[in-house]
């Protein structure tokens, strides 16, 4: 099992940027997938982004060309940098990990991901 830590929100003004951190512990993540969710009040939640092993990357099409992931397996660390950001982008993220590489039509599915952090709020001010 993999702990991941999420940080990095806030409070941003409409057209702004952050970047959270997923730091994982108990385990390399350096074979996984890394996926970052995200969940508005009322809403389910809903796939934003992940990388493979190999840097594949998949986006949601609401955050391309605004959001990017990365990672750093030297220090077992995932990044979402999100630029551009919008109300609509106001939520709770949630960084997760799948030990398994999900086939490409299962990337998008909470349910092909094995562990969570804890969520950090982004919201967007207008």
């Known amino acids: 099992q993999v702990q991941l830590v999420v940080s990095g929100g806030g409070l941003v003004q409409a057209g702004g940027s952050l970047r959270l951190s997923c730091e994982a512990s108990?385990?390399?993540?350096?074979?996984?997938?890394m996926g970052w969710f995200r969940q508005a009040p009322g809403m389910e939640r809903e796939f934003v982004t992940a990388?493979?092993?190999?840097?594949?990357?998949y986006y949601a099409d609401s955050v391309k060309g605004r959001f990017s992931i990365s990672r750093d397996n030297t220090k077992n660390t995932v990044y979402l940098q999100m630029n551009s950001l919008k109300p609509e982008d106001t939520a709770v993220y949630y960084c997760?990990?799948?030990?398994?590489?999900?086939?490409?039509?299962?990337?998008?599915?909470?349910?092909?991901?094995?562990?969570w952090g804890q969520g950090t709020q982004v919201t967007d001010s207008g």
């Open positions: 997760a990990a799948a030990a398994s590489t999900p086939r490409p039509y299962r990337v998008r599915v909470r349910e092909a991901y094995d562990d």
């Open positions: 108990g385990r390399t993540i350096s074979t996984y997938m």
């Open positions: 990388i493979s092993w190999s840097g594949i990357t």
